[in-house]
């Protein structure tokens, strides 16, 4: 599934199940733990206790395109949905979605941070470091950076 509004560069894979022993082989499969689900709401209604088990970011991305093939063709829409989200910043590089320029102009523009963050689409946060210097990847020199695809 595509990552939330709060974080929509954030792919993921989960599984909720009622069987522990599910969850905790998917989990060993998948390199993550399994999780409990916790609320009085179980006890309360009589319900069985639930476990949760979700693989996110970029190994989620490589699954998703790995078991793309394997499923319907409404999951293949979902995934190339979840994956498009994804595709915004190069997978395992390191680099940035801001160029030098960009970060220029958000430093000495007047906008506000919410109109610069949904034009550059990043988060407010990221603009209110920028301007206040604590981005610790904004080079400090004229060290050029590449815009991802």
Request: proline fraction near 4%; charge should be positive.
């Amino acid at each position: 599934m595509a990552g939330p509004p709060s974080k929509p560069n954030l792919p993921s894979i989960q599984m909720t199940t009622t069987d522990e022993d599910v969850a905790i082989r998917v989990a060993s499969l998948l390199g993550v733990k399994s999780r409990a689900i916790s609320g009085r709401r179980f006890a309360e209604n009589g319900w069985k206790q639930a476990y949760f088990v979700v693989l996110k970011g970029e190994r989620a991305y490589h699954l998703m395109a790995q078991l793309k093939p394997l499923m319907s063709r409404r999951r293949q829409q979902q995934i190339d949905k979840a994956m498009a989200c994804f595709c915004k910043k190069k997978l395992g590089t390191g680099q940035l979605k801001l160029t030098d320029d960009m970060i220029r102009e958000i430093k000495t523009s007047a906008d506000e941070a919410k109109h610069l963050a949904r034009r550059f689409d990043v988060h407010t946060t990221t603009i209110y470091r920028i301007r206040n210097g604590t981005r610790h990847d904004i080079p400090q020199d004229n060290v050029s950076l590449m815009i991802a695809d």
